[in-house]
């Protein structure tokens, strides 16, 4: 199952990144909240709790419309995706000559 969730998150995220500033930048909160809903969920499912934190407490400061909060966590839950995007795509490198 993790496999699944990782290959979806994978295909998803670069779209979602995008939504984020998208959506900061339109001061759309509330596509900003869903958005960081939808990636605390599957960070939770992927086991990494740190990351899943981070897109709940931008979920929560987007629910208070704060832009400044919410750029900065933005930036920051961004590099740790992005970290945790090549550690995946890595994984599967490596295991991809192997049955």
Excluded: C, N
């Amino acid at each position: 199952m993790v496999d699944t969730v990782a290959d979806a998150f994978l295909a998803q995220w670069p779209k979602d990144k995008l939504k984020l500033a998208s959506y900061l930048a339109a001061g759309d909160f509330d596509g900003l909240l869903h958005t960081a809903h939808g990636l605390k969920a599957t960070m939770g499912l992927l086991e990494a709790q740190p990351v899943s934190a981070l897109a709940q407490r931008l979920e929560s400061v987007a629910a208070f419309a704060d832009a400044t909060a919410a750029d900065g966590l933005i930036a920051l839950l961004a590099r740790e995706v992005d970290l945790l995007a090549e550690a995946l795509q890595q994984r599967s490198v490596g295991f991809s000559g192997q049955i």
